[in-house]
Nanobody
Framework: QVQLVESGGGLVQPGGSLSLSCAAS????????MGWYRQAPGKQRELVAA???????NYQEDVKGRFTISRDNAKNTVYLQMNSLKPEDTAVYIC??????????????WGQGTQVTVSS
């Protein structure tokens, strides 16, 4: 019953900015860690940024200083503000959440992914 839905992907020029959002819905009792992963063609999925329910953040080294992760606990939503985008940032960005729900207790959930393409 728990679902994660991403939005905000698209095409942007190098050096540009893009904002992603991911909203969790369903029979949610509590949302713990949330984050963003990405997967480019021919590469393994990697963590981009994560944020705990208390607001502690962690970033992949290559995006430090360019990306900012935040969340709105009242809306069960996590955001990713991406600035100074590079072609190497091109990937499918996937939302992740650690959720306590009525049906499955505590488990990981994943969004469907949203395409981010950085190209001139």
């Amino acid at each position: 019953q728990v679902q994660l839905v991403e939005s905000g992907g698209g095409l942007v020029q190098p050096g540009g900015s893009l904002s992603l959002s991911c909203a969790a819905s369903g029979s949610i009792l509590s949302v713990y860690d949330m984050g963003w992963y990405r997967q480019a063609p021919g590469k393994q999925r990697e963590l981009v940024a994560a944020i705990t329910s208390g607001g502690y953040t962690n970033y992949q080294e290559d995006v430090k200083g360019r990306f900012t992760i935040s969340r709105d606990n009242a809306k069960n939503t996590v955001y990713l503000q991406m600035n100074s985008l590079k072609p190497e940032d091109t990937a499918v960005y996937i939302c992740h959440a650690d959720v306590w729900s009525q049906e499955f207790r505590r488990r990981d959930y994943w969004g469907q992914g949203t395409q981010v393409t950085v190209s001139s």
